[in-house]
């Protein structure tokens, strides 16, 4: 369910875009960031970081669209969420000697420490990447475009880098063993 809200957020934003305009479709991404983290709340009895520092950054970009009817505020959200994914790997990583891929995934997937690096500072790149790559396309695209990119742009390039990751991760899983043909004749 949690990954559903995530998503939500996205789609509302683009169908509210497409149906009505910008500031309706932002005030929509505010309201359901907001609905996010009251079911967060209610739920988990908790307000996770994560959520609430997002909704800070879509209140105060999304407001601020408003506010001003410009809707580059809104725009750079984009690249303030993953430029602060960017520094944020990179800096538990670089600083603390911590993977945040390794807390997600170090339960199901054993690894040596110096891969899980590999695995953070790939995705702190990565992150970086998109939040050029957005001001890029907000400043030399259209608005439909851009808003386009946003929903189908950086989903498909997250799952492929996705891909790309576990790809990179296979070879160094630890192999299940099968049991070989004399056992199973026993």
Same mark, same amino acid.
């Given at each position: 369910? /949690?990954?559903?809200?995530?998503?939500?957020?996205? $789609?509302?934003?683009?169908?509210?875009?497409?149906?009505? !305009?910008?500031?309706? $479709?932002?005030? $929509?991404?505010?309201?359901?960031?907001?609905l996010h983290?009251?079911?967060?709340?209610v739920?988990?009895?908790?307000?996770?970081?994560?959520?609430?520092?997002?909704?800070?950054?879509?209140?105060?970009?999304?407001?601020?669209?408003?506010?001003? /009817?410009? !809707? #580059?505020?809104?725009?750079w959200?984009?690249?303030?969420?993953?430029?602060?994914?960017?520094?944020?790997?990179?800096?538990? /990583?670089?600083?603390?000697?911590?993977?945040?891929? #390794?807390?997600?995934?170090?339960?199901?997937?054993?690894? +040596?420490?110096?891969?899980?690096?590999?695995?953070?500072?790939?995705?702190?790149?990565?992150f970086?990447a998109?939040?050029?790559?957005?001001?890029?396309? $907000?400043?030399?695209?259209?608005? !439909?475009?851009? =808003?386009?990119?946003?929903?189908?742009?950086?989903?498909?390039?997250t799952?492929?880098?996705? =891909?790309?990751?576990?790809?990179?991760l296979? +070879?160094?899983?630890?192999?299940? #063993?099968?049991?070989?043909?004399?056992?199973?004749?026993?």
């Open positions: 369910m /949690q990954n559903l809200f995530e998503y939500l957020h996205i $789609a509302v934003f683009f169908i509210v875009y497409k149906t009505v !305009d910008i500031y309706w $479709a932002t005030a $929509a991404l505010i309201g359901t960031t907001g983290l009251i079911y967060a709340w739920k988990e009895k908790t307000l996770p970081k994560k959520h609430l520092i997002l909704f800070l950054i879509v209140l105060l970009m999304g407001g601020l669209t408003i506010y001003f /009817q410009n !809707d #580059e505020f809104i725009k959200k984009v690249t303030v969420v993953n430029g602060l994914f960017a520094l944020g790997i990179f800096i538990s /990583q670089a600083f603390f000697k911590i993977s945040p891929i #390794e807390k997600m995934l170090g339960k199901e997937i054993q690894l +040596p420490s110096s891969l899980w690096a590999k695995v953070s500072y790939a995705w702190s790149a990565f970086a998109l939040a050029v790559l957005n001001l890029y396309i $907000a400043y030399n695209f259209s608005q !439909d475009f851009w =808003v386009n990119f946003k929903l189908f742009g950086l989903m498909g390039l799952i492929a880098f996705t =891909v790309i990751t576990i790809a990179f296979y +070879p160094h899983l630890p192999k299940e #063993e099968t049991p070989n043909k004399e056992k199973e004749e026993h």
